[in-house]
């Protein structure tokens, strides 16, 4: 049979080849250049994530594209409203990480400098590949590239030994999860005849039996990387080990590249028919990750472990738009925003924790954040905006995202669970305003290390919150705007 | 829901139900009705064989699990450029421009590992 090459238009991908070329050029100047100028690691992964961004906003105006597209097939890479938009938190998400690292590591004692800037590179090329994926083995190839660095990342503070726990933890059990993912893609593979999303979906039905277990197993290696309950058990103790600047970048950009998949397939590789069945297992997930996130929290003592579990909560939150997804029109863009405020929101909290951080990993106690507003009334502040945020109260960025979220739920008639997400939501202001309390109500002394890079992070993500908290309807239809074109068709008709 | 392609497999079912049934029953009949007399050199790995020298689970040097990285690395570059090798003619200049690029990033990842001292075994 004649090859003929598939039809490939690398400027609609620049922006991941931008990333994951600039990865590599970090990779070369580190084995070139002197130890004096591997300092320049953090602001060429900037400037290439800056480049990055404005592609991708080239692209976004210009609309949407495909590519990669063989011969009589469908594309494997299609770059949508939907690709733009995570591509964008994406980008964001780097460059807020990047801010907050190059403070963090000179502080936390990490040298491996230009090595942390390259995985951090692959990790967001890998996330950006999850956003715009059309076909399961692009979704798998892209989870490998976002967990593989992330695993040396969670490590990189050696030889302290929570961190290198915290690295193996993640390694085995995301191996493992990476197992079931490539398990359901081997058997939907089998039972449609193709990996490509559009034939997945004609052939769902016909595959039967054998295609609800892919797509079960796909959603089990999903549900790992989101942290959704029951398969959560990674969370805390590798959040609480790992250097809190990759804690910040993971509990954001993994969490968001899974949705970002997880979304894609149940929204293009399954049939409307079949929503009634995935709906229900989507549904009870959230419900069990809300309660037990949300309640867990209560007891802890260390803020990231908190925080882990907050973020295993927020998940919850973010999978009631996916149970929503046949039903509602509004859920894609719901879950959107829902991410968008979460990333500004949760990053801008570890940003402040890592200023009152210590080195050595002291210092991320509760206790420690007694009597902050004395010792500096403006950290304080911020923090507790962002807790308020957490929680969801109005004029907070957190409000708008709950708030569309209990809205697409309510659209798609889960009114218990829509109870459930209320409740907790109440819940949780139990441990969020515990800090606040905290720092509040008691004395305390001892300045805060300040650094450039890291204010301009926690004040990007503060203005970002305010802003969407206080001019809802611009992100709102951003979001929309941003929403899967076959959803809108499956829940219209 | 089509099962009729599963009907062949049900002789391996069955098969696979008897072998399970027997390996459960005869060790759980060898246990409950066999005598037990334990002695020293009877609880030991192997029995009337070698003197065990310590425990198995040892510290072993990390320099071995380096080499394996490496090895898997390596394999799957074979993996990948294999089947291009075998469809050099048919694939043409875009496979030729394909491959380069798998081996330019290939390359440089190995450059970097040896500069970094993966390849010194002291």
Known sequence: MEFQAPAINIAIILPVVIVAGFGLVLM??????????????????????????????????????????????????????????????????????????????????????????????????????????????????????????????????????????????????????????????????????????????????????????????????????????????????????????????????????????????????????????????????????????????????NIKRMLAYSSIAHGGYILMAVAALPFSGDAVSASLTYMLTYMFTNLGAFAVIMMVEKSGNRGVLLEDYKGLSKRNLGMALILAYFMFSLIGMPLTGGFIGKFVVFQAAIDANLIWLTIIGVVT????????????????????????????????????????????????????????????????????? | MNVDYLMPYVPVAVLLGIALFLALLLPILSVSLGPKRPHFRKMQPYESGMTAVGKAQRRYPVKFYRVAVLFILFDIDIILIMPWAVALR???????????IFIAIFIIGDLWAWKKGLLEWD
């Not at chain 1, 997945?200 to 959603?219: D, K, P, R, S």
């Not at chain 1, 309390?437 to 890079?453: I, K, R, T, V």
Request: a negative charge.
């Open chain 1, 28 to 301: 070369i100047l580190d084995m070139l250049m002197e130890d004096e100028l591997r300092g320049l690691g953090p602001w060429i992964s900037l400037g290439g994530l800056v480049l990055a961004g404005l592609q991708t906003i080239a692209l976004w105006l210009g609309g949407s594209y495909e590519t990669f597209i063989p011969v009589g097939g469908h594309p494997m890479v299609v770059v949508d409203g939907y690709a733009h938009f995570f591509n964008m938190l994406f980008i964001i998400t780097g460059i807020l990480a990047i801010l907050m690292s190059m403070p963090y590591l000179i502080k936390a004692d990490i040298d491996e400098k230009a090595e942390y800037y390259m995985l951090l590179m692959f990790s967001i090329s890998g996330m950006m590949l999850m956003g715009m994926a059309n076909d399961l083995l692009l979704i798998f190839i892209g989870l490998e590239l976002l967990s593989i660095p992330l695993y040396v990342m969670c490590g990189i503070a050696r030889p302290r030994e929570a961190s290198e726990e915290s690295a193996m933890k993640y390694f085995l059990l995301g191996a493992f999860a990476s197992g079931f993912l490539v398990f359901g893609l081997a058997l939907l593979y089998g039972a449609t005849g193709s990996t490509a999303l559009p034939v997945v979906v004609e052939n769902f039905t016909a595959g039967g039996v054998i295609a609800y277990t892919g797509l079960a197993m796909q959603l089990v290696g999903l549900a790992f990387k989101v942290g959704a309950v029951p398969f959560h058990m990674w969370t805390p103790d590798v959040y609480e080990g790992a250097p809190t600047a990759v804690t910040a970048f993971m509990s954001v950009g993994a969490k968001v590249g899974g949705f970002a998949a997880m979304i894609r397939i149940l929204a293009e590789a399954v049939p409307q028919e079949s929503a009634p069945i995935w709906t229900t297992a989507i549904a009870i997930i959230a419900a069990a990750t809300l309660i037990l996130g949300n309640v867990v929290a209560i007891s802890q003592t």
């Open chain 1, 425 to 493: 939501a109440a819940v949780s202001a139990y441990y969020y305003l515990r800090v606040v309390f905290y720092m509040f109500m008691f004395d305390g002394q001892g300045d805060l290390e300040f650094s450039p890079a890291m204010m301009t992070a926690t004040t990007v993500a503060l203005v970002a919150t305010l802003a969407i908290g206080f001019f809802p309807g611009l992100w709102l239809n951003l979001a929309r705007t941003a929403s899967l074109a076959s959803q809108l068709l499956m829940a219209g008709g």
């Open chain 2, 90 to 100: 048919d694939l043409g200049l875009f496979g030729l421009g394909a491959v380069m």
